[in-house]
């Protein structure tokens, strides 16, 4: 199994970002009449990232500790692994890390949450800095890349939660 290519696994669990990495927290409410259980397995089951043609090629259907997912990012191999996971009351996600062969290093994570009025909220957490050569070149607009990535999980999410079967309950 290959090893990760940072060494603060874990950190977005927490909520400590590590320093030498560009930042991002991006929350949105996924508005109403989306449940938490449409939301979780819309995210869960790799439909967000279909959503965004990125081709998931996941070791398992759904996202779970130690399950390797490969992304296309137009002819770009994007791997990663499944670091951590939360199910629970309210609250459902998870992170995952780069592995060799991501052009960034870091790590994502996809949280949502249910407030006390029912609403879903859902929150982008990550640290990246550039891993390769051609990231390197455009590490200046990697903050920005960053910012419009989280926007369209956003939108993916939102838009495969209200075709869930389970949006309704």
Request: with cysteine; net charge neutral.
């Amino acid at each position: 199994m290959q090893e990760f290519t940072y060494p603060e696994v874990g950190a977005t669990r927490e909520g400590r970002l590590p320093d030498g990495y560009h930042h991002i927290r991006h929350r949105a409410c996924l508005g109403p009449g989306i449940t938490l259980r449409a939301a979780a397995d819309a995210l869960f089951d790799w439909r967000v990232h279909r959503r965004l043609l990125l081709h998931p090629m996941a070791t398992a259907p759904r996202a779970a500790p130690g399950v390797t997912v490969i992304c296309l990012l137009g002819p770009v191999r994007v791997p990663c692994r499944v670091v951590w996971t939360v199910e629970e009351e309210g609250r459902a996600g998870f992170g995952y890390g780069t592995l060799p062969g991501h052009p960034e290093i870091g790590e994502e994570s996809f949280v949502l949450e249910r407030d006390e009025d029912g609403l879903v909220w859902f929150t982008v957490t990550a640290f990246a800095r550039p891993g390769a050569w051609y990231t390197r070149l455009g590490a200046p607009a990697l903050p920005l890349l960053m910012g419009i990535f989280t926007r369209l999980y956003t939108m993916a999410l939102r838009w495969e939660s209200r075709r869930s079967p389970g949006v309704h309950e």
